[in-house]
């Protein structure tokens, strides 16, 4: 079992070249303008959650999950090429509303700010 320290530095990897496969290798329309905004590994390397999102938003998130699950196979097989572990985890896409939070959080702060 990697140490907390490795399992890190392996989604830090992983997180880059899906980002990197994303802009260059996928062709998808659905996949247009999305963003990898963290990847966590399970302590066995047998899952991948990796969480995205989109300028768009939330409207968008059921066609942006559906076109990771389609491609998942391709990216699976270019990221084990690129991340050299023993055997490379299912990888499960997940939406992340965190932006999405965070612009409205940030909204709600320059209102009450504009009101003082």
Not at 8 to 27: G, H, N, P, T
Not at 54 to 75: D, M, Q, V, Y
Request: zero cysteines; hydrophobic letters at 45%.
């Amino acid at each position: 079992m990697p140490s907390g320290i490795r399992l890190q530095r392996i989604a830090d990897r992983v997180k880059q070249e899906l980002a990197e496969l994303l802009i260059r290798e996928i062709s998808d329309p659905r996949l247009k303008q999305i963003f990898v905004t963290d990847v966590k590994i399970d302590r066995e390397l047998t899952v991948a959650n990796i969480y995205v999102s989109a300028i768009e938003g939330a409207p968008r998130s059921a066609e942006i999950l559906a076109g990771l699950e389609s491609a998942s196979g391709f990216l699976r097989k270019n990221l084990a090429a690129k991340v050299e572990i023993r055997a490379f985890p299912r990888l499960r896409f997940h939406w992340d509303p965190t932006p999405e939070n965070a612009d409205q959080i940030e909204k709600v702060l320059a209102r009450l700010r504009a009101n003082k």
